[in-house]
């Protein structure tokens, strides 16, 4: 869907950097969040935010840091990359109404070696 | 904490044949939804279907429908007629309460069979 951007589409780094991974949404939805997707387990909830400044963990943060100091905008760190953060990252929106729907974006492809 | 189980890792299906993917949630919510997303090999996360738990009536849309069983906590997708095209990896997926999360089933990779 061409209102939600990641980037980059693929990434590869050294353990111990950190790394941004981008999101940017041309929506204008409250709600965004971070998903890892790994096999055998789905896709996992990193942290979300409900609005610009309000952000809270979800499923498996720890290792990730978020911000949100424009509402289009939430990126996404790796504080120091282990090889254990090799998956594949989505960045999602939604309007906030739970039927309204999510926007997905394209992902990023990490891998750590 | 609210869960998604897809019991069934994979599955196959003979091309306009049809299939059924399982799906069961966990919830002490009473007002959620439910959605059925396609995963492609290009990885895109695409909506297939959605169903809001106070409807009672199973949502369609064209080949696909569900079978929504809400004391059960139960939501399987059906897809007829099965496309090629409809290979993919489906996930299940919960969305309730104030926060909007989304919670994903593990996933079920589909196979179709010419």
């Known amino acids: 869907d061409a209102g939600i951007t990641q980037s980059p589409r693929y990434k590869i780094t050294e353990t111990g950097r950190q790394v941004t991974l981008m999101c940017h949404q041309t929506?204008?939805?409250?709600?965004m969040f971070w998903y890892r997707q790994d096999l055998g387990h789905g896709l996992r909830l990193i942290y979300y935010?409900?609005?610009?400044?309000?952000?809270d963990k979800g499923e498996v943060p720890d290792g990730y840091v978020v911000s949100r100091s424009k509402t289009e905008n939430f990126p996404l760190t790796l504080e120091s990359a282990t090889r254990s953060q090799t998956s594949v990252y989505f960045c999602?929106?939604?309007?906030?109404?739970?039927?309204?729907?999510?926007?997905f974006g394209s992902g990023t492809r990490l891998t750590v070696v | 904490a609210q869960t998604v189980t897809q019991s069934q890792p994979e599955m196959s299906v003979q091309e306009a044949e049809t299939v059924t993917l399982s799906c069961t949630y966990d919830t002490s919510e009473s007002d959620y939804y439910l959605f059925w997303y396609k995963q492609p090999p290009s990885r895109q996360m695409i909506l297939v279907i959605r169903q809001e738990a106070y409807k009672q009536q199973n949502a369609t849309e064209n080949r696909f429908s569900v079978n929504f069983q809400k004391a059960a906590k139960s939501f399987s997708l059906k897809i007829s007629d099965s496309q090629l095209g409809d290979a993919a990896m489906y996930f299940c997926?919960?969305?309730?309460?104030?926060?909007?999360?989304?919670?994903f089933g593990k996933g079920t990779l589909l196979t179709v069979n010419p």
């Open positions: 935010s409900a609005a610009a400044d309000i952000t």
């Open positions: 997926a919960y969305s309730g309460g104030s926060n909007y999360k989304l919670t």
């Open positions: 929506w204008s939805h409250s709600y």
């Open positions: 999602a929106s939604s309007v906030g109404t739970g039927m309204g729907g999510y926007t």
